[in-house]
Every structure is written in structure tokens, then in C-alpha cells.
């Protein structure tokens, strides 16, 4: 039971570390820290004594690692949050059953990182658009409303539509728990705020700055940029991508670029709902599979 404890605080305390540093240190997470918390879940796992336990654990945590890098490449995901989530992988492995509920029988043949990839994402959908729409209103007002397209309403209501049809078919059915009709209110909720106000948050992420504002690891908005933009910039800078790196900003630089470019400043801080995941799965478990089937 001890080791118990040990996993699952250490998880808790490495995912609110990681928090903390994205919510109040602009996104950097200390390389020390990134490293040594991964490096700390691969030395305590093996005192779990279970060694098939233990192959399959750091088989994960490598495919993560290994997957992870890639998306990271391709300017789609932080480095850290990878670390991260590998480093939460370890951890959570020894801890099938949840602390509140009783894990549904199919759950507990799934790795607890499901888990966490589930609840992280059900958390993600319900606290961002929160989280940016904070922002929006203290930066724009009652102008937000000036982001807001038709089109955006549209499909924001054709979305809650479709939610509220799939929600009013499980309510006829039996077995569907108020959980599960919770958590798709909750869902759609979210997905119709992050719809609507998608403009308007991607205004707040993003500034526009020359390379003398870039830092490595930056992520630059293609989404901003029009295919021209995208194919002149390339074509100026041969190392010119979506993911800034040394080797970026030195060419820039040395030829001089003046332009400016989209680039997230205030990105998603996704450590936020992978630490609510984390809360989750050690109190509930798979929260979906808990909706569908507890």
C-alpha cells in the first residue's frame, strides 16, 4: 500500500510541478527538472516487483518517447509535455484500481495511461475554452463579439445539435447513467464555446513578432499564414518551419529577415488538463469507460 501512495503522489506532484511552470513561467519547464522527473519514474517502477509490469511500462514510455519527438518535430506538441507524459506513464502503470470507484472490469486490462490520454482530453475540452475566454474578455470587452463570424455559430450549433440528439437517444435507453449525459453536456458545452470564440482565442495565443522576438522551441501560427507567405519564407529561409529552432534563427539572422510572423506566445497550457487527468484517473479511473459501463 505504501508503494501505492508513493506512485500515485509522485504523479500528482511532478504533473502540478509542470503545471505550475506552464501556467506562471510562460510554458518553460527547466531541463533539469524534464529530465530528472523522467529519469526518477524509470528508477522507481522496478520496486513495483512486477517485472511483466515493468517491460510493458517502459516499452510505453520509449513509443511515447519515440512518437512524442515526432510530433514535437513537426511543431504540433511541447517537448516537455512529452517528458511529461512519459514520466506519468511509468508512474500510473502500478495503479489499476482507482481510488473513489472500482475500475470496470474492461478497464482493467488497459495501461492507466488510457486513462489519462481520456480524462486529459475530456478536461482539455471543458477548461481551455474557459481558460482563453477569461483572457479574451479582459483583453477585447464586449468587442469579442467582433471575432465571431456566422459561420462559426452555425457550425457551433449544428455541433450542439448533434450532441443533444446523441445525448436524448442514450437517455432513452436504460443503463445510460447521468454521468455519461453529464460528461457530453460538459463536452459540448466546451466544443461550442472553443467554435465560437475560435477567432478571438487564436488572437490572444498569438503575437506577432521578427526574429529578434523568436526563442527556440517557439511554434509559429501556418494557420495565420497564407500557402504563399508559407512557400516565400521557405524559400528566403531554407530552414524555415512551423517549429523554431537554433538553426532557424541563426539563418534568419544572418540574412537579415525583417518580416514578422504569427507565433503562439501564449499557447495552450496543457499541463493544466493533464494534471485534472491525472486527479481523475487516480480517483476514478477511466472516467469514460466508468460513464459507459460503471
Do not use: C
Not at 508503494?3 to 513561467?25: G, T
Not at 502500478?94 to 481510488?99: D, G, M, Q, R, V
Not at 454521468?179 to 506577432?208: C, D, K, N, P, Y
Amino acid at each position: 500500500m505504501l508503494l501505492y501512495y508513493l506512485y500515485a503522489a509522485s504523479a500528482v506532484i511532478i504533473a502540478l510541478v509542470y503545471m505550475l511552470f506552464d501556467v506562471f513561467n510562460h510554458r518553460e519547464v527547466p531541463n533539469i527538472f524534464a529530465y530528472a522527473s523522467l529519469l526518477f519514474a524509470f528508477a522507481v517502477l522496478p520496486l513495483s516487483g512486477n517485472w511483466n509490469l515493468l517491460v510493458e511500462s517502459y516499452l510505453i514510455a520509449f513509443v511515447l518517447l519515440g512518437l512524442g519527438y515526432f510530433i514535437y518535430r513537426v511543431g504540433e506538441l511541447g517537448l516537455g509535455y512529452v517528458f511529461e507524459l512519459a514520466a506519468l506513464s511509468l508512474l500510473l502503470a502500478p495503479l489499476a484500481s482507482p481510488i473513489v470507484s472500482q475500475a470496470v472490469p474492461i478497464a482493467t486490462s488497459l495501461p492507466p495511461i488510457v486513462a489519462l490520454f481520456l480524462n486529459t482530453g475530456i478536461a482539455a475540452v471543458i477548461v481551455i475554452p474557459l481558460f482563453y475566454l477569461g483572457i479574451v474578455l479582459g483583453r477585447f470587452g464586449s468587442s469579442m463579439t467582433k471575432w465571431v463570424s456566422r459561420s462559426d455559430v452555425i457550425k457551433a450549433a449544428a455541433v450542439v445539435a448533434a450532441y443533444v440528439a446523441f445525448a436524448a437517444l442514450l437517455a432513452q435507453i436504460s443503463h445510460a447513467r447521468v454521468l455519461l449525459l453529464a460528461l457530453i453536456l460538459l463536452i459540448v458545452l466546451g466544443s461550442a464555446l472553443l467554435l465560437v470564440f475560435q477567432r478571438a482565442i487564436t488572437e490572444v495565443m498569438v503575437e506577432r513578432v521578427g526574429v529578434s522576438g523568436f526563442l527556440e522551441d517557439d511554434i509559429i501560427a501556418f494557420n495565420l499564414m497564407s500557402g504563399k507567405e508559407i512557400a516565400a519564407a521557405k524559400r528566403s529561409v531554407g530552414s524555415f518551419d512551423r517549429l523554431v529552432t537554433r538553426k532557424m534563427i541563426a539563418e534568419m539572422k544572418r540574412k537579415k529577415i525583417k518580416q514578422k510572423f504569427p507565433v503562439y506566445k501564449s499557447a495552450v497550457p496543457f499541463a493544466v488538463p493533464i494534471f485534472i487527468g491525472v486527479v481523475l484517473t487516480l480517483l476514478f479511473g477511466n472516467l469514460l469507460l466508468l460513464a459507459l459501463l460503471g
